[in-house]
């Protein structure tokens, strides 16, 4: 099993740009999630996904959309990227059962000029 | 509101010694989940180890276990025998129970551990 893999690994935007990270997972999870990392801000969530078909703001949405495309892929659009959008952005997912732990991708680093 | 508090920025141990990474959370919940990943300088998330609310045993695995005390809101981090591979950041983390039937996760800022030869 992959468990939870994310494309790209790096991207570099010019302000105004538009791009999607993709996200799937193979662990026939329901809940799926994308986080955004700052240094010295832990993570933050983003957008999360309950299951296929629905999909919530989490504490940060602005300047984001998401897509649960199906059970496996959860995709994260920025429409016109923004410098305040520069970091590294991980989807995660979860099992609703048993300790509901959250396993991670490995990661996207976006940088916006 | 629910919040995680890791009041260590950095911390330095000694190669085989044991070290404590301090975590405080704060929750109305009656039932909530603890965890702790570790993020090396490469960049993933790995998770670590889980502590549940109604669990009356602090949890291990391995060289890890969580020191859970519940009445303090607690659930510090303990690493027997620090190996020089332990060095990354270490992220405590909540589960809270949502509305839609799923659970969101909040984090607190981390602790970056060096483990000294």
């Known amino acids: 099993n992959a468990g939870v893999t994310q494309t790209p690994k790096f991207q570099v935007l010019k302000t105004g740009q538009s791009m999607t990270l993709q996200c799937a997972q193979d662990m026939n999870h329901n809940s799926m999630y994308w986080y955004r990392q700052d240094p010295g801000m832990g993570l933050r969530l983003i957008y999360y996904?309950?299951?296929?078909?629905?999909?919530d703001k989490g504490e940060v949405p602005n300047g984001y959309n998401v897509s649960r495309l199906n059970k496996r892929e959860f995709s994260l659009r920025l429409e016109s990227a923004a410098p305040s959008q520069t970091s590294v952005y991980f989807c995660a997912s979860s099992e609703h059962t048993g300790t509901d732990t959250q396993y991670f991708g490995p990661g996207t680093r976006l940088t916006v000029l | 509101a629910q919040k995680i508090t890791q009041t260590q920025p950095g911390m330095f141990v000694q190669e085989k010694e044991a070290v404590t990474l301090d975590c405080t959370y704060d929750t109305s919940d009656q039932s909530y989940g603890l965890f702790w990943y570790k993020q090396p300088s490469s960049g993933e998330m790995i998770f670590l180890i889980y502590?549940?609310?109604?669990?009356?045993q602090n949890a291990t695995e391995g060289r890890y276990s969580l020191n859970f005390q519940k009445a303090r809101k607690s659930a510090n981090l303990v690493i027997s025998a620090s190996q020089l591979g332990d060095s990354a950041m270490y992220f405590c983390a909540m589960r809270e129970g949502l509305t839609s039937g799923t659970y969101k996760y909040i984090f607190g800022t981390g602790t970056r551990l060096k483990v000294l030869a």
């Open positions: 502590q549940g609310s109604y669990d009356e």
């Open positions: 996904s309950a299951s296929e078909g629905t999909t």
